[in-house]
């Protein structure tokens, strides 16, 4: 790609990102699939991340994260730490942000679009410049999962939406791309976090993922040539924040507590077969 074709490219999707049309937001996520789709040897994806990235001094990252964490500043000069301050001062309970992450639109289509952008370390480093956003993000994916499931699996399933299907992979997405490229979002969960996210039902959502999953649909994604289908595996997704989870004590102790031996041992052919 050419440096005009790149700057006509960055400049397109940052307009798009900081719409405030939830339609066009979602349109610049679709162009960065597209992008992705369509790289080649010598048009770098994770190079157009990152000159989005850097683009006007970070700020459409920075509205991207402001959106997902439902803080309404827009200033000049923001920074990731007073995104997250305003997180803390617009929500401050489980209640408030359920309510907000069903009914915002723009919260919705943002949350799509930054998983999009976190394919890039560089975009994934600059977010997380500090635990406060690193924690805030592991909240915000964990209730989106959890409202997900709890909408698929305990309510009328004749009025679930696609809406309920893309919390729940928006949620699993974005602990699993996150924890994957960052250390930081590692060390965040292994802080009271972890606990946080077994108490707001973390283990019945990765035992109803296990549940609901057969080895015949594992197999067809772990053979598969495209390496993004096998990483996108729920099963191997939940795998993965089982790890994370038995690496502290807090952690293992909470586990203990939930008797996780014995309901994950039901779900031990499908635990072995989504393993690496």
């Known amino acids: 790609m050419e440096d005009g074709d790149l700057d006509r490219f960055v400049e397109r999707c940052a307009a798009l990102l900081t719409s405030e049309s939830p339609e066009e937001i979602l349109s610049g996520a679709r162009l960065l699939k597209n992008a992705l789709e369509s790289a080649?040897?010598?048009?770098?994806?994770?190079?157009?991340?990152?000159?989005?990235?850097?683009?006007?001094?970070?700020?459409?990252?920075?509205?991207?994260?402001?959106?997902?964490?439902?803080?309404?500043?827009?200033?000049?000069?923001?920074?990731?730490?007073?995104?997250?301050?305003?997180?803390?001062?617009?929500?401050?309970?489980d209640e408030d942000k359920?309510?907000?992450?069903?009914?915002?639109?723009?919260?919705?289509?943002?949350?799509?679009?930054?998983?999009?952008?976190?394919?890039?370390?560089?975009?994934?480093d600059f977010l997380l410049k500090d635990g406060a956003v690193a924690r805030a993000l592991a909240e915000e994916f964990t209730l989106d999962l959890t409202m997900g499931l709890q909408s698929l699996f305990y309510e009328d399933q004749a009025e679930v939406s696609g809406v309920e299907t893309a919390f729940v992979r928006f949620g699993v997405d974005g602990l699993a791309n996150l924890a994957r490229t960052s250390k930081l979002f590692r060390d965040a969960l292994k802080t009271d976090s972890q606990v946080w996210a077994l108490e707001k039902g973390l283990l019945d959502i990765i035992c109803t993922v296990f549940g609901s999953t057969h080895r015949r649909e594992i197999a067809s994604s772990l053979v598969a040539d495209d390496d993004s289908r096998r990483l996108k595996c729920p099963a191997r997704k939940c795998n993965l924040v089982l790890v994370r989870l038995i690496e502290t004590e807090e952690a293992l102790k909470k586990l203990q507590q939930l008797d996780a031996v014995s309901r994950l041992k039901v779900h031990k052919a499908i635990i072995n077969a989504a393993s690496p």
């Open 40 to 93: 080649g040897e010598t048009d770098s994806y994770s190079g157009k991340l990152q000159e989005l990235a850097a683009f006007d001094g970070g700020f459409v990252l920075l509205v991207v994260l402001g959106r997902v964490l439902h803080a309404p500043s827009r200033r000049p000069g923001m920074q990731t730490y007073s995104v997250v301050q305003d997180y803390e001062e617009t929500v401050s309970s």
């Open 98 to 124: 359920q309510e907000s992450n069903a009914s915002d639109p723009l919260k919705f289509a943002s949350t799509g679009a930054l998983l999009r952008l976190t394919d890039s370390k560089v975009v994934v």
